[in-house]
T-cell receptor, first 114, second 117 residues
Framework: KAGVTQTPRYLIKTRGQQVTLSCSPISGHRSVSWYQQTPGQGLQFLFEYFSETQRNKGNFPGRFSGRQFSNSRSEMNVSTLELGDSALYLC?????????????FGEGSRLTVL | AQKVTQAQTEISVVEKEDVTLDCVYETRDTTYYLFWYKQPPSGELVFLIRRNSFDEQNEISGRYSWNFQKSTSSFNFTITASQVVDSAVYFCALSEAGGGSNYKLTFGKGTLLTVNP
């Protein structure tokens, strides 16, 4: 069974640009959540989607957005990039909503903003 | 608000030593879930254990064991006879069951464990 797949794995952008990250959950998983990991702030929750609906959002500015498609694949977008957006962005999936299932993480997309 | 504290930023041990990683949490909910994850250099977070607030039984899985004490709001993780392959960053996390909080995990800052041969 394939795991959570995130693309791209690495990318470099400059300030002011925008970026889109993609996440393909484990087949059959309907819940996808995103986390940002930085050395200073650690792992922080961005948002969670279930059946194309955002159910919870973390404390991030509106420049961070996401969506989920009917096949459960998810994308997150960061507009007007800032240096502080440099981070490892982790996607996680589980079979259903809530905490009834184990959360599986991908290897992340490492974003560097210059 | 929920909070997880891992006071140990880094721990270094020699192979075969036992090591305990501390985790202290704060929550106002009576129903919550606690987790431990391992993050190897590849970046992927690997699930180790989930425990709900009503189950204070300690758990052992091979060389891993967990001690959950609600009285001290702690959920500590012990590796017995550590091995070099145990070297990683370990995260403790908390999720509250109420409202919309059960869709997110609040993580501690992590403990970098280095096991030297």
């Amino acid at each position: 069974k394939a795991g959570v797949t995130q693309t791209p794995r690495y990318l470099i952008k400059t300030r002011g640009q925008q970026v889109t990250l993609s996440c393909s959950p484990i087949s059959g998983h309907r819940s996808v959540s995103w986390y940002q990991q930085t050395p200073g702030q650690g792992l922080q929750f961005l948002f969670e989607y279930f059946s194309e609906t955002q159910r919870n959002k973390g404390n991030f500015p509106g420049r961070f957005s996401g969506r989920q498609f009917s096949n459960s694949r998810s994308e997150m977008n960061v507009s007007t990039l800032e240096l502080g957006d440099s981070a490892l962005y982790l996607c996680a999936s589980r079979a259903q909503g809530g905490l009834t299932g184990e959360l599986f993480f991908g290897e992340g997309s490492r974003l560097t903003v210059l | 608000a929920q909070k997880v504290t891992q006071a140990q930023t880094e721990i270094s041990v020699v192979e075969k030593e036992d090591v305990t990683l501390d985790c202290v949490y704060e929550t106002r909910d009576t129903t919550y879930y606690l987790f431990w994850y391992k993050q190897p250099p590849s970046g992927e977070l690997v699930f180790l254990i989930r425990r709900n607030s009503f189950d204070e039984q300690n758990e052992i899985s091979g060389r891993y064991s967990w001690n959950f004490q609600k009285s001290t709001s702690s959920f500590n993780f012990t590796i017995t006879a550590s091995q070099v392959v145990d070297s990683a960053v370990y995260f403790c996390a908390l999720s509250e069951a109420g409202g919309g909080s059960n869709y997110k995990l609040t993580f501690g800052k992590g403990t970098l464990l280095t096991v030297n041969p």
